[in-house]
């Protein structure tokens, strides 16, 4: 190509990088809107590279979660026996499954029939089936909270904003009726109301149930039902750091005394002619 045909698709080139650019910026605006809040940034306990679960509040948030949400969310990817030696003992899991009826069958007569659950068993689902959820609800599908904190941007800070964020809608804003505003939801109109309100659920360990603690706990649980390994994960990425510790100290040894001698030997070949 000749220098003018370089500068030309030099140039083209940078147009195309700067308009794609705009129009993103654009549309990322479009999309932000002045209705549209960013959740806070918690000081989260469990974050630090080192730090664990807090088991007490995820106790607590289970506690939220069967007497306020899981009257219209499913936790369908959540077992019983998940709950073992994280919320319960094993017999203290074994009781709180047969507090619950699961349908199971056929029998030897092919009947279905009703049995006390079992560690093996998810949490029930409040609804038979999604149609009847969303009749319950307006025709608004409750989302299942399994995975609830992987699924939405800002994980614990966007839940905890969310349920603590409730609000009347600023002057010229309408919100049509089924609807509640709540800025940290997008657009601004979301279809499930304030559920949480001060003591509204009783902690066993006499925690003060404010809103604020109660949205706090909750959010801890969902981050253990979205990460049943995080503290696991954490404990075997310690062994990891202090293993590979030992061994670059053992290479570097190897390199400087050893392989540094190696490699700067000199070989000399003598000639075998007389």
Known sequence: MSRAKKVAAGLAGAATVGAVGTGVA?????????LELHPPEMPWSHNGLFQALDHAAIRRGYTVYKQVCAACHSMNYMYYRNLIDVIF???EAKKEAEEVMVTDGPDD???MFERPGKLSDRFPNPYANDEAAKAANNGALPPDLSFIV????????YLFALLTGYCDPPGGIEVREGLYYNPYFPGGAIGMAQQLYPESVEYEDG???SV???AKDVAVFLRFSAEKEH??????????MLIFSMMFVITYYLKRHRWTVLKSRAVAFKSMRK
């Open 89 to 91: 003992t094993e017999d």
């Open 150 to 157: 992987n699924a939405r941007h800002g994980g614990e800070d």
């Open 26 to 34: 654009l549309q990322a605006a479009v999309f932000a809107g002045e």
């Open 212 to 214: 604020s603690q109660m």
């Open 207 to 209: 925690t003060p149930a």
């Open 231 to 240: 503290d696991q994960r954490k404990r075997m990425g310690m062994k990891a």
């Open 109 to 111: 007569e092919g009947n």
